[in-house]
């Protein structure tokens, strides 16, 4: 089985910053892409940033210049650095990722994380 685990949400004032990371676990053969969503009430999940395994990125206009998506691949973990933190940037944010498995036979999917809520308020 495979495993992701969101941490670093939380609140914030506007205008902060916040790091979330995303560690996969498991049976791991290989990640092939990652990224991040978020849902905020009411609203549908939306991409916010992905990640080639070969380290192509792009991001939703919304959080260019804003946000950045990294990761180690060492690690098997995925970042989001957030800067200039809004308030419309307040949503639950998932983390998600291509993985191919081995357990006797390879198998490739995507994996979700639990999520992490980010909270932008005064």
């Known amino acids: 089985q495979v495993q992701l685990v969101e941490s670093g949400g939380g609140l914030v004032q506007p205008g902060g910053s916040l790091r979330l990371s995303c560690a996969a676990s498991g049976s791991i053969f290989s990640i092939n892409a990652m990224g991040w969503y978020r849902q905020a009430p009411g609203k549908q999940r939306e991409l916010v940033a992905a990640?080639?395994?070969?380290?192509?990125?792009n991001y939703a206009d919304s959080v260019k210049g804003r946000f950045t998506i990294s990761r180690d691949n060492a690690k098997n973990t995925l970042y989001l650095q957030m800067n200039s933190l809004k308030p419309e940037d307040t949503a639950v944010y998932y983390c998600?990722?291509?993985?191919?498995?081995?357990?006797?036979?390879?198998?490739?999917?995507?994996?979700w994380g639990q999520g992490t809520q980010v909270t932008v308020s005064s």
């Open positions: 990640i080639t395994n070969g380290g192509s990125t």
């Open positions: 998600n990722a291509d993985i191919t498995m081995y357990g006797g036979s390879y198998i490739r999917k995507a994996y």
